[in-house]
């Protein structure tokens, strides 16, 4: 009786040892597939802002090493002709952000697996080059992800950026 009674005690507290499925470390081979974008938010300091409106429209992709990521205002207007005039292209690179760059992965932390990707294409030259650092982590079918600070293209700022997808079908 007295191994049985240590043996539940062991039992129950290995089991409030385990983490819950909210506090399961995230792996890189979660991230892999395509992801439509919910929500994007940047913040400096103390304001907060949504570059691309409320809904942003897009979609990021993650392979075992690389990812790839495209985001647009659905509220941009279309042009009035497949030519675009100057100041119907310059409306145009203020209301999306893309690009592409392979990743490392690296420690786990509670935020999510940090991941490095090093910018080798984007539509702004200001991101080419650079390194993006997020924090990443899948919750269900949702990936969050939070950079502690990166350059937003549409607005030029060093910003803590927040980004919510949900797996795409």
């Known amino acids: 009786m007295r ?3 240590i043996a539940t005690v062991a039992l129950a507290l290995v089991g409030a040892a385990a983490p819950s499925d909210a506090q399961q470390a995230t792996t890189k081979d979660q991230f892999v597939g395509t992801w439509k974008v919910d929500v994007l938010k940047t913040t400096v300091g103390d304001k907060v802002s949504h570059p691309l409106g409320d809904r942003p429209f897009g979609y990021v ?20 002709t ?20 392979r990743y490392v992965t690296g420690e786990q932390t509670p935020d999510g697996l940090k991941i490095t990707s090093h910018v080798d294409a984007a539509t702004s030259e ?44």
């Open 3 to 5: 191994n049985f009674a």
């Open 61 to 80: 992709t993650l392979t075992a090493d690389r990812i790839w990521l495209l985001f647009v205002d659905p509220a941009r207007k279309p042009p009035a």
């Open 82 to 101: 497949p030519a675009l005039t100057d100041a119907e292209a310059a409306a145009m690179m203020k209301t999306q952000v893309s690009w592409t760059g």
């Open 126 to 169: 200001a991101l080419n080059g650079t390194d993006r650092v997020y924090l990443m982590r899948v919750e269900g079918n949702k990936l969050i992800m939070k950079s502690p600070g990166v350059i937003v293209p549409m607005t030029g700022a060093t910003s803590i950026v927040d980004i919510e997808l949900t797996k795409a079908q």
